[in-house]
């Protein structure tokens, strides 16, 4: 298991796919959220004349509508394709990788609970190693979520995610798909530690509970405690990466945060917190509980 468990009782492989299908389960349900997040992180200040224009997306519902108003329901799952390509290589490495990178922190011989600083450093580990592998998927995923409605006539700048990834090697370069390496490595190194060691901490503590057993409502707790403390810490890297990604005026990391905070002030770097709680929140209870159920099926298929 994720959590409770010093070894894992089913194969990598097993792990692997159970982590990558839970994954991709967990963004088809709420890729709309996160579009929405992407918008609203993407939005600056809009002047008009001398004052200040309203913005154009209020709120997370507010984005949603608008989003669905303007160009369809269907834009709501735009980059789903590469988002799936990402769950599938980031979902599976970072969650797959958990245990046995734990367990080579701790050593063969460790007896007892895992201490909480060993759950984070492996969780830091193996988020920056996945998403090293999954950049692309992500640069790719965040561009066909900015693109909004186009005027009459306007093509788009890309047809699909295949469609992208070659375009962007073509007029960018290979190199321009770990465009936003930096702070993505940042955002999901510390995501994937607050999510997984969260999580595993608060499934062991709710197990020493009287009355508490390793079931859906622990689960469901352990989840949201998951997505919570992993949207505090992670939302400022967060808004950084997608306006890096969505935006190639920046000329890096340190540059896009202090233009940011210039321009926008500092809670700008908490824009989309509703709807990125919303997603993170729904998302991890979706993905661990999918997750524990499907690592119980696979684990009846492999001790058959």
């Given at each position: 298991m994720v959590a409770g468990d010093s070894k894992s009782d089913i194969s990598f492989a097993g792990t692997f796919a159970s982590s990558a299908f839970a994954a991709c389960f967990a963004e088809i349900c709420t890729i709309p959220l996160d579009t929405a997040k992407v918008r609203l992180?993407?939005?600056?200040?809009?002047?008009?004349?001398?004052?200040?224009?309203?913005?154009?997306?209020?709120?997370?519902l507010g984005t949603v509508g608008t989003i669905a108003r303007e160009e369809g329901l269907a834009s709501?799952?735009?980059?789903?394709?590469?988002?799936?390509h990402r769950q599938c290589l980031f979902?599976?490495?970072?969650?797959?990788?958990?245990?046995?990178?734990?367990?080579?922190y701790v050593g063969e011989n460790f007896v007892g609970d895992v201490p909480l600083?060993?759950?984070?450093?492996?969780?830091?580990?193996?988020?920056?190693?996945?998403?090293?592998?999954?950049?692309?998927?992500?640069?790719?995923?965040v561009r066909l979520q900015a693109e909004g409605k186009l005027a009459a006539g306007v093509p788009r700048r890309y047809s699909g995610a295949l469609n992208a990834y070659s375009t962007i090697v073509k007029q960018e370069g290979v190199?321009?798909?770990?465009?936003?390496?930096?702070?993505?490595?940042?955002?999901?190194?510390?995501i994937n530690a607050a999510e997984l060691a969260s999580y595993d901490q608060v499934k062991q503590t709710i197990?020493?509970?009287?009355?508490?057993?390793?079931?859906?409502?622990?689960?469901l707790l352990s989840g949201l405690g998951a997505g919570f403390v992993a949207v505090c810490v992670g939302s400022p890297v967060d808004v950084v990466k997608s306006r890096m990604m969505g935006d190639a005026s920046y000329k890096g990391t340190i540059d896009c945060f202090v233009k940011t905070l210039k321009n926008d002030g500092p809670l700008a770097f908490y824009k989309g917190f509703i709807p990125n709680f919303g997603r993170?929140?729904?998302?991890?209870?979706?993905?661990?509980?999918?997750?524990?159920?499907a690592k119980k099926f696979v684990k009846s298929i492999e001790s058959a």
């Open positions: 992180q993407l939005q600056k200040k809009a002047v008009a004349g001398d004052g200040i224009a309203l913005p154009k997306y209020k709120g997370m709501l799952w735009k980059g789903i394709v590469p988002g799936l979902g599976g490495l970072r969650i797959g990788l958990y245990e046995p990178i734990k367990n080579l600083t060993t759950k984070i450093l492996a969780g830091l580990t193996t988020g920056a190693l996945a998403i090293s592998v999954a950049n692309p998927t992500d640069l790719v995923k190199r321009a798909l770990w465009t936003g390496l930096g702070p993505n490595v940042a955002r999901n190194a510390i197990l020493k509970i009287p009355g508490f057993t390793d079931n859906v409502l622990t689960h993170l929140g729904s998302w991890n209870v979706i993905m661990f509980l999918t997750l524990e159920q």
